[in-house]
T-cell receptor, first 112, second 114 residues
């Protein structure tokens, strides 16, 4: 079983819709959760992080964390073609190494 | 400007050669990391360092070596022992010991073996 799992997609949504990206993790003691956006040929860019159960909103982005279900998601409201990218979920597990475990990423396509 | 720089952007290597990838940060971050990304895949950790003069192996350290002689620098050497080195190499840093474990990435180096 992979430690951090994401559906590779592609996830296709029309412009203006809500895109929902999901991630599950296996280490119940995981501490911190991150979402990165990666455009083709570029390096990952941090867009959201969340530490506590519940929702965290930043502009059009909302991260949701449910530690009991070991599930973290990213919602993108009013999706734009410029949101088309691969979204990587990363989890910092239990322990004090600072290491992040990355999922393989979900490719999002926003169609005009 | 504060940030992470990697050089070169593109690197071509002949089989049997060692090559060194540069990573520099001026963010005053404590921790630095090297990842490898293959097409259509996530990031795999090669080596990481939480403090100067100390580093640990990640999940795929075989065929790679690193040093951390200065806080701002964390070069990666890809040795001839690495059998399939063609990949996108990403360096990252994080505050870590100073509080905060979010990682920030450099622009990457694309290595191709000829």
């Amino acid at each position: 079983q992979k430690e951090v799992e994401q559906n590779s997609g592609p996830l296709s949504v029309p412009e203006g819709a809500i895109a929902s990206l999901n991630c599950t993790y296996s280490d119940r003691g995981s501490q911190s959760f991150f979402w990165y956006r990666q455009y083709s040929g570029k390096s990952p860019e941090l867009i959201m992080f969340i530490y506590s159960n519940g929702d965290k909103e930043d502009g059009r982005f909302t991260a949701q964390l449910n530690k009991a279900s070991q599930y973290v998601s990213l919602l993108i409201r009013d999706s734009q073609p410029s949101d088309s990218a691969t979204y990587l979920c990363a989890v910092r597990g239990s322990g004090n190494t600072g290491k992040l475990i990355f999922g393989q990423g979900t490719t999002l396509q926003v169609k005009p | 400007d504060g940030g992470i720089t990697q050089s070169p952007k593109y690197l071509f290597r002949k089989e049997g050669q060692n090559v060194t990838l540069s990573c520099e940060q001026n963010l005053n971050h404590d921790a630095m990391y090297w990842y490898r990304q293959d097409p259509g895949q996530g990031l795999r950790l090669i080596y990481y360092s939480q403090i100067v003069n100390d580093f640990q192996k990640g999940d795929i350290a075989e065929g790679y070596s690193v040093s951390r002689e200065k806080k701002e620098s964390f070069p990666l050497t890809v040795t001839s022992a690495q059998k399939n080195p063609t990949a996108f190499y990403l360096c990252a840093s994080s505050p870590f010991a100073s509080g905060g474990d979010e990682q920030f990435f450099g622009p990457g180096t694309r290595l191709t073996v000829l």
